[in-house]
RNA sequence: AAAGUGAGUUGCCUUAUCGUUCUAAAUAUAUUUUAGAAAGGAAAGUCCGGACACCAUAGCGUAACAUAAUGGGUAACGCCCGUCUAUUAUAUACUAAUAUGGACAAGUGCAACAGAAAGUAUGUACAGGUAAUGCUGUAGUGAAACCAGGUAAACUCUAUGUGGUGCAAUGCUAUGUAAACCAGCGUUUGAGUGUUUCGCGCACAAGUUGGAGGGUAAGCAGUUACAUUUUAACAGCAAUGUUAGAAGCAGAUAAAUGAUAAGGAUUGUGUUUUUUCACAAUACAGAAUCCGGCUUAUAGACUCACUUUUAUA
């Protein structure tokens, strides 16, 4: 299975991120926030992770969460991956704490349970 | 040998699987393959000094900040290395450490305890002296008692130095377009701009400020080849320099350098006579135009110097 995530499939672009921002809806699994929306794109996704500066002053602590959090969702990239639509992501860490793998996927997998449902009922 | 203090060096390793960025080559021209490279001693604080870029570059006064023995090093410095000097420590020696380092003979301020009095001086006792008087000396307090006293890590003064803005600099390309509209101030009776703390002065000067509205917000250069790193020789007490050889060593931009697993290493704790075994820990911390310093953070390991204690000779 395909497990890669190059650079193109990074949220880069000022205005994109900004109309993120301004329509994405957004699912919360503590201590994660997922923030989407559709958009006409090349690619499947494009996917940005952010950590707030407030609760996390060293770089070296926001580099380690948003490095964790992108290791998380390359290996579970596939269910982002749809054939009709694209769409425009936005992983937020929230807690305040640093957090381990493990305590990681388990909030990610809480996230991909209501991705699917919300999914079925777009579909319906 | 142990402990302590100071200075310096270092900053866990290997393998497998899955990934990220850049460069080169190959082709099947792509979410391809192969090869190579990919965080630090502080990348941190942004405190000094430069490089580089743009703007400015009559002057005078004023303000602010920095420096302060002396010689050298350096692109430069408020940094570094010598020497002198001061203080502290001891083993009293050209040993070590150190936020010692212009001026108190311009002015203002400050000074515990003791003391009559610490500066608007002059009490007590004794002695001397005078027409007379703290006029003179001694005693007593204190680190210091009219001595041009001490203190500038008190204000202050003196000397010297400092133009401003920072790679979101700056240049090019792309896209869109509006030299339009409304209002204020103004065109030699001068709005405004520059001179970048302010004032005067000087120069330029026909536009300029606000509103509403429109467009862009992305690509390239700058941007990683040099005050570069490293080895040797020579010069120098040293900082450092010169010559010769070798090396190419991050380049992201909502920001790459990662994740998982296994094994090992080091340290600690527990257990055990020991081996073993189990558990835990492996710091501080992440490049953002680039260098030189300073400051602060730092588990563990190593080296050197000094001190103390113990043992042996």
């Not at 949220?11 to 699994?29: D, H, P, R």
């Amino acid at each position: 299975m395909n497990e890669k995530l190059p650079k193109v499939l990074k949220l880069k672009s000022k205005k994109q991120i900004e109309s993120l921002f301004k329509n994405g809806k957004s699912l919360k699994a503590y201590p994660l926030l997922l923030i989407y929306c559709t958009e006409d794109l090349d690619t499947s996704f494009k996917v940005g992770f952010s950590v707030s500066k407030r609760f996390f002053k060293q770089a070296v602590q926001r580099n380690r969460i948003k490095r964790l959090t992108r290791e998380v969702f390359r290996k579970k990239k596939h269910i982002f991956t749809l054939d009709e639509t694209q769409f425009l992501l936005m992983f937020i860490y929230l807690g305040k704490e640093l957090p381990s793998y493990e305590h990681l996927e388990k909030a990610f997998h809480k996230i991909e349970n209501k991705w699917q449902k919300t999914l079925s009922n777009y579909e319906a």
